[in-house]
Each structure stands twice: as structure tokens, then as C-alpha cells.
């Protein structure tokens, strides 16, 4: 491979931004808006990490091999950033029966799933690369360097060097890792050593479906559909080659390339585990051909096969990922914490605490970090206390109308955590897991309430005119106000979970969950309690940081 063109040795970069995937680009636009020199840097030879599609050459179709879905009623930044870049989504094709297969030998069974399979799940038009080059397109020229690995980092005090595998260091005075985790933990070296509690935490989480294949198969026409199929498959045997089928075919009815047909295209999850998949290399294409044709009839034989192996790919799939079953990432706050002093910080979508492993964990880690990145400016001292700079600024009224809007935000988001609660024990269940259900459904249901909340607070910021309030000991004087809504909330939380719990037919095979003993209790508190208090001063110092900003312009 060439030696890559050396970074300037004399060049201090304001930000290093390891990983160009959803979280790096998104990061880097904010940054580079913001005025800062920022150098993103990127192992693979493409943009977007796990963000990947493909184009049928015969079909016309975009393939997402990659992500797929995002949820418009769940995930404020995904939502709010499609919109702001003018891109286009559509409801995820639905309608139709499923098809379950639980025994090879018979024929599928058709089921109607009521309310859909994919419940409020979108796609991206055009696929979920357009996100990627639309975030790409707003940084300049030279900021971004794919074909660079990181391999170590070193404190030199007044900034921090970054070696790549290859090629000249880079230095910069703060840097983001945009990667999972466990990739930071496998791969990096750091100069000091982190925290042994950090290495634990980053060790422990798992990147989501770094070790899964995805495929897809496109066709000339969704022939499924005119038979009354969704499209959606379920195959749950021994021998299952696809355990799970969806309808992917690209427009309402999936347009072919010259505009008048109507192609479609079926994507699926590989059932089989990484080794598996390694000893039936060469046969795949031909088992996923025929395990499409057992459920959906001879014409799904003969489709134009995709197949993307992401347990193959070592920028995404680290080693603990490929050997372990899949789990879905909870982060340890301990990996939202800055390191060296405030100038490093762990990002990638498996950091976030709500959205965890989904794009829009990506974009709230982006967000987190863009927002921890403004704050060595603020401090209780430096905060100004009012200012008369040249600011225009919102009527009270408008304020008074902003926070009116914060707290029906809230109360409108504290009414729907109860059954959030209820979504994600069903989730924990539904992938088979059995341990501090309660405890970690009731976290998931907080952190999501909370990252909406912290997504809302900063679209609500300028008219809320943080400037021209006071800040008293690091404590912004909006920050009461708009916690208020909150009164009572976790003990009204928590009393829902445990009334739902007592009258779960599902988790009455859990004693501990459907009636949890006072130990279990202290600890659910003490982490409703924990994830409370990350919150708060989250809020607080995105208020403070907001009035020293204004100062500032
Ligand atoms: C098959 C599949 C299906 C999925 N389906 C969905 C879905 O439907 N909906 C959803 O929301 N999410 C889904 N996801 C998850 C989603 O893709 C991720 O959450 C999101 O893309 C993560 O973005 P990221 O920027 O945090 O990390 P990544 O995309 O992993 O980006 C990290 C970047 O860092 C780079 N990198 C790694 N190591 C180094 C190094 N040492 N030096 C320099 N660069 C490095 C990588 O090459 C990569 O570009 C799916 C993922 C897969 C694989």
C-alpha cells in the first residue's frame, strides 16, 4: 500500500475524529459549523462504517446491507436530521401475511400479525447512504482521510499524537473515537493507560450486529405481494439458513431502474453464526436461494443475490463480537465520561444511552460529544452572569412559551414511559434474556426519556435565551424550572413496573421480577437514581454552555 500524505508535522488540529461511520460525520459537521479544524480519520477505504448500501445494476435498486430502519415516534435525531437535510423516508412495506416456518419438512404457515410486523420502522429513500454522503458533503475538502487506521495514542501534554498503523502521527488537542467500543478496547494502545474501569466497561459492550450477514436478493416484481405476502418470514428450525425474511424492495410498489415496472427485492438476517458461515462459504448464495423459494415459491428462485458479511469486516466486527451470541449494547455511563482531562472522549452509537447500537445512538453520541467539546470555556466562574453584548434577544414571552413547550414535551413523555417500560421488557424477553429484567427495561424506558428530553431542550435552546438568565455556583437559573415537570417521576415509574410486573403472565416464571425483594428494589432506585443525576447535569450544563456560546458571538 502507498504511504499516505503525511499530516502538516507543525498543524495542531482542534479535533481528532477517529471513524467516519454515522457518529464521525455527524460530529465533524457540527464541529466544522461551529469554526473548529477538524481532521476525521477513517481505517476503511469508504465513507460510513456500517452505514452501507449497494446499487442493483439490474433492478435500479439502492440495498442496504447495512442499516435499514429508524423510528419516526422514537428517535427525535435521525428524524429531525432526515428533515433537515431534505432526504426522504417511507414506512417500511408491511402489509401482507408473514410467513412462519418451524419445521423444514413442512410448508410455512401464514399468519397475520396484527398491527404489522415492523411497527413505525422507515427507511431512507434511496437507501441509508445518502445520509452518509449528505453529512460527507458538508465538510471540506481534506477533511476527511480514509485508508488511515488508528493504532495508538499518546499524551504529549499540550496535544495529543495519534499514530496510525501507517503512515506520519497527527496530532490534535482533543479526539473523538467514532468507533464501538470493544474495537477501542481490542485494537488501541494509549499512552498513559485508561482507567482499568473504563477498559472493563469498553471490553463489556457489545457492538451491535457487528458479527450478522445480511442479505438480499432483488427480483423484477414484489410477486410476493400481488399473493398476499408482507413479505416478512420467520424460520425458526435448526437447519434455518434465513431466521428472519422482510419485504426490501425499493418506492411504494419499488420502481424499476427505467421508472415503469416494479422491481422488488427480499432481505433477510443470516441465521447461521460466524463459523458457521465460514464452513458454507461457497454454498451460501445457493441455501439462501432455496430457503426463499421454501417460502415463497418457485419464482423466488433465481434473484440477483447481495451478501455482506460483517463478522468479515475488522473495522466493525471485534474479536470478543465474533466469538460471543449477539447482545444488545447498554452502555456504562462510565464510557459517556471524558478521558485525559476532558480531552478525549469515547464516541460510536454503542456509547449512547438511549438508541444504543442504532443510528440514532450514532447521532446522540454525536450530539453528547459536540456538546461536552464546547465546555472548557464554561465554569461557575466563567459563565457570565448578564450580558449586554450585541444579542438579539427573544421576548419573555417567548421564553415563557419555550418552557410551556419543554414541559408538555415532558409530561407528554413521562405519560408514555410506562409502556415504553412495557416495549422494552418485551424486548429483553423476545431475545432471550433472563437477568434484571425490571432493572434494565426500567433504565432503557428512563435514558429514553431523558435523550428525547435533552433532543427537545436543544432544539427549544435559542428561544430560551440561556444568556440572560443568571448562573449561580455552576447552577444555570433555568435549570429548575425546566427539571420541574419531572417531580416524582422515577417513584411513579418504578410503582407502574412493578404493577405491571405483578400481573405478567410472561414474567411469572421470573419470582425476582414479578415481585422483586428489597434488595433488588435498592439497587433498581439507586441506578434510576444515577441515570437522574447524569440527566440533570447534562441539562444544566447544555443551558451553561448555551449562555457562555451567546456571550461569545
Ligand atoms: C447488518 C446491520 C443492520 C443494522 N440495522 C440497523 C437498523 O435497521 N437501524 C439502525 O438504526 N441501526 C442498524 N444497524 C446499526 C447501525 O448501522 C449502527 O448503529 C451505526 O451505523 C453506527 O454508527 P457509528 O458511527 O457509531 O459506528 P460505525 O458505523 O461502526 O463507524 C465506525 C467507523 O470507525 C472506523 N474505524 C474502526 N476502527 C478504526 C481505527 N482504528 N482507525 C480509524 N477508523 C476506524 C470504521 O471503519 C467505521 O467507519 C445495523 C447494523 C448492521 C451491521
Same mark, same amino acid.
Given at each position: 500500500m502507498a504511504e499516505p500524505i503525511p499530516f502538516p508535522v507543525s498543524r495542531v488540529f482542534d479535533v481528532a475524529i477517529v471513524g467516519a461511520g454515522l457518529c464521525g460525520l455527524a460530529l465533524a459537521r457540527q464541529l466544522i459549523?461551529?469554526?473548529?479544524?477538524v481532521q476525521v480519520i477513517e481505517a476503511?477505504?469508504?465513507?460510513?462504517?456500517?452505514?452501507? *448500501?449497494?446499487?442493483?445494476?439490474? *433492478?435500479?435498486?439502492?440495498?442496504?446491507?447495512?442499516? *435499514?430502519w429508524f423510528w419516526l415516534d422514537t428517535e427525535p435525531r435521525i428524524t429531525a436530521l432526515l428533515t433537515e437535510l431534505g432526504l426522504a423516508s417511507q414506512p417500511q412495506h408491511d402489509p401482507g401475511d408473514a410467513l412462519w416456518l418451524t419445521d423444514p419438512n413442512r410448508e410455512p404457515e401464514r399468519r397475520v400479525e396484527p398491527g404489522g410486523v415492523h411497527v413505525g420502522a422507515h427507511r431512507i429513500e434511496g437507501g441509508s447512504a445518502r445520509l452518509v454522503?449528505?453529512?460527507?458533503?458538508?465538510?471540506?475538502?481534506?477533511?476527511?482521510?480514509?485508508?488511515?487506521?488508528?493504532q495508538a495514542l499518546r499524551d504529549r501534554g499540550a496535544f495529543i499524537e495519534l499514530l496510525p498503523t501507517i503512515g506520519h502521527p497527527l496530532r490534535a488537542r482533543q479526539v473523538v473515537l467514532a468507533l464501538p467500543p470493544r474495537l477501542v478496547h481490542e485494537r488501541l494502545q494509549f499512552?498513559?493507560?485508561?482507567?482499568?474501569?473504563?477498559?472493563?466497561?469498553?471490553?463489556a459492550t457489545p457492538t451491535w450486529m457487528a458479527a450478522q450477514a445480511k442479505s438480499l436478493t432483488t427480483f423484477a416484481q414484489p410477486f410476493w405481494r400481488t399473493a398476499g405476502h408482507s413479505g416478512n418470514a420467520f424460520v425458526r428450525h435448526a437447519q434455518a439458513v434465513l431466521g428472519e425474511v422482510f419485504d426490501a424492495s425499493e418506492g411504494k410498489a419499488g420502481k424499476d431502474h427505467a421508472g415503469t415496472g416494479h422491481a422488488g427485492a427480499l432481505g433477510g438476517f443470516v441465521a447461521l453464526n460466524a463459523a458457521q458461515r465460514d464452513n458454507f462459504k461457497r454454498g451460501l448464495p445457493l441455501l439462501i436461494d432455496s430457503q426463499l423459494a421454501q417460502l415463497f415459491g418457485p419464482e423466488a428462485q433465481g434473484g440477483h443475490p447481495f451478501l455482506q458479511d460483517w463478522a468479515e469486516e475488522p473495522w466493525t466486527c471485534s474479536a470478543t463480537d465474533r466469538?460471543?451470541?449477539?447482545?444488545?449494547?447498554?452502555?456504562?455511563?462510565?464510557?459517556?465520561?471524558? #478521558?485525559?482531562?476532558?480531552?478525549?472522549?469515547?464516541?460510536?452509537?454503542? *456509547?449512547?444511552?438511549?438508541?444504543?447500537g442504532h443510528m440514532?445512538?450514532?447521532?446522540?453520541?454525536?450530539?453528547?460529544?459536540?456538546?461536552?467539546?464546547?465546555?472548557?470555556q464554561v465554569s461557575a466562574s466563567s459563565a457570565p452572569m448578564r450580558r449586554t453584548l450585541h #444579542?438579539?434577544?427573544?421576548?419573555?414571552?417567548?421564553?415563557?412559551?419555550?418552557i410551556g413547550t419543554f414541559a408538555a414535551s415532558v409530561l407528554a413523555l413521562r405519560g408514555r414511559a410506562p409502556e415504553r417500560y412495557r416495549l422494552h421488557l418485551t424486548r429483553l424477553l423476545s431475545s432471550q434474556q433472563s437477568e434484571l429484567l425490571t432493572q434494565r427495561a426500567l433504565l432503557a424506558a428512563a435514558d429514553q426519556v431523558y435523550s428525547e428530553t435533552l433532543a427537545r431542550l436543544d432544539q427549544l435552546l435559542p428561544a430560551l435565551d440561556a444568556a440572560s438568565a443568571e448562573v449561580a455556583s455552576g447552577r444555570h437559573a433555568l435549570t429548575t424550572t425546566l427539571l420541574a415537570p419531572f417531580e416524582g417521576w422515577n417513584k411513579g415509574l418504578l410503582d407502574a413496573a412493578l404493577s405491571f410486573n405483578g400481573t405478567s403472565c410472561a414474567l411469572s416464571n421470573f419470582p425476582q421480577e414479578h415481585q422483586p425483594d428489597a434488595e433488588t428494589l435498592r439497587a433498581i432506585t439507586l441506578d434510576l437514581a444515577a441515570a437522574w443525576r447524569e440527566f440533570a447535569l447534562e441539562l444544566n450544563t447544555r443551558l451553561l454552555v448555551a449562555a457562555s456560546s451567546a456571550a461569545i458571538i
Open positions: 459549523a461551529r469554526g473548529l479544524d476503511r477505504e469508504r465513507l460510513g462504517g456500517r452505514v452501507y *448500501t449497494e446499487h442493483c445494476q439490474a *433492478t435500479g435498486q439502492a440495498l442496504d446491507l447495512g442499516p *435499514t454522503e449528505a453529512l460527507a458533503a458538508a465538510l471540506p475538502d481534506g477533511c476527511v482521510r480514509i485508508g488511515v487506521a488508528l499512552d498513559p493507560p485508561l482507567p482499568a474501569a473504563v477498559s472493563e466497561a469498553l471490553a466469538a460471543n451470541p449477539p447482545e444488545p449494547p447498554q452502555a456504562d455511563p462510565v464510557l459517556r465520561q471524558p #478521558l485525559w482531562a476532558g480531552r478525549v472522549f469515547l464516541g460510536g452509537s454503542e *456509547t449512547a444511552a438511549h438508541g444504543a440514532e445512538g450514532a447521532l446522540e453520541a454525536a450530539d453528547r460529544i459536540a456538546h461536552a467539546l464546547a465546555r472548557p #444579542l438579539t434577544r427573544p421576548a419573555d414571552s417567548t421564553r415563557a412559551e419555550a
